[in-house]
C-alpha cells in the first residue's frame, strides 16, 4: 500500500502563494494531498481556473486581491 505525503492547510497556502509569485503573468500547476484530500490548481496570478479537492471543482474567481486569494484557498479546503 502506498502512503500519500499530506500537508496542511497553512502549508498549502503558503506554497501556493510562494508558486504564484515564482511565476508571475504565467500559468502554474500543483497537485498533492491537503489534510488527506486529493487538490489540484491551474492558476494565473489569483486566477484560480481549476481548483479541485477530491476530484470536485470548487468555486474560483477571477483576479481578485491576494488577501481574497488566500481565503479563497482555505474556504475550499474547509
Do not use: C, H
Not at 16 to 32: A, E, F, P, Q, V
Request: glycine share 6%; proline share 1%.
Amino acid at each position: 500500500m502506498s502512503i500519500f505525503p499530506s500537508i496542511t492547510t497553512d502549508e498549502f497556502v503558503k506554497a501556493i502563494n510562494d508558486l504564484r509569485k515564482k511565476n508571475k503573468d504565467t500559468w502554474y500547476y500543483w497537485s498533492g494531498f491537503v489534510n488527506g484530500k486529493s487538490v489540484s490548481i491551474d492558476g494565473y496570478n489569483t486566477w484560480l481556473r481549476r481548483f479541485r479537492v477530491n476530484g470536485m471543482m470548487t468555486n474560483t474567481v477571477m483576479d481578485i486581491s491576494v488577501a481574497k486569494f488566500t481565503q479563497q484557498l482555505k474556504d475550499n479546503l474547509g
